[in-house]
């Protein structure tokens, strides 16, 4: 189908890689409305159409970014690596890394790290974060200006949550039962790699410092002496690797998902509010951590 200068010239400004894609779409769109010809009204026609369907796109991304000639300057860099282009080829200036642990039937599995990975996907779109991301930055937007999340399903955390600028993984916090009666079987000592449970004459401690709440002990104890929680999650922040690598710093120890997403609130906030393009880890080291964790 024949494409006239004015739609061609807008077709240039979408990145390389989805230009086949964003053709493709444009010229089925017009032959369902009818049309011979791609003009601008039909690029314009099939961008609504675009949006409409996109749940998790916010309206000025995509090819209404490519019609900002400042926008399509900031992102330069960034239209070099896919990872920064959803599949309609609009910027997502951020990653969310989950671990596969329900997808392998992980044996330490406590929560399938996709379901909050979702919900914080639901909530970076909601806020409008890559829209302000682009807004804030003056210059060349650059791969450690976008946001590095990540959640795992466990402590074992494969996902790396601790160096990410936001990071959660599940836990399974665990307490000893004093109405149920151990039967001193051991299985829960010889599970906890950490070395945090004693039994003794049928009575039972654990060492809170040494815990991770894996939530393994409550799973192999016959007796109900270790019974499990609520799951949530631990939740930190800041961290990154680089010239100078740091590990995030623990902001929430036992989180449920609505206080998750309220950190994640308040870390949007700083990254988008600041005036300056510093790391988000240095920005946490400006305003001080138990700051943060008032605002939450
Ligand atoms: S983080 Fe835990 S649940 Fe996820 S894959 Fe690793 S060990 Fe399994
Ligand atoms: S929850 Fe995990 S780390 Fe904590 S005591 Fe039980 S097995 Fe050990
Ligand atoms: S697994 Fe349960 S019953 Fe066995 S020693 Fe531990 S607490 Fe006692």
Redesign the pocket.
Known sequence: MEWDKSASSLLEKVPPFVQKTVREKVETLARERGKTMITEAEVMAARESFMSRQQNTTPTQGIAAAHKPTDNKKLAILKKYPKYFNKDGNPVLYQINSCRGAEVHCPFLITDSHVLADAIRNRLEKLKFTEKLINKIEGQILPHHTMKLAVSGCPNSCSMPQIKDFGAHAI?P?CVDPESECIECMK?VE????D??TVKDRQVS?DME?????????KVCPSGS?KSGMKKYRVMIGGKVGRHPKFAVEILPQADETMTLKALDVCVDIIVSSKTERRFRTLIEQQGIEEIKKRI
């Not at 599970?191 to 950490?194: L, M, Y």
């Not at 040494?210 to 409550?218: E, I």
């Open positions: 399974e665990v829960c599970t906890c790699r950490e945090a449970i654990i040494k815990c991770v709440h894996c939530g393994l002990c409550a270790i």
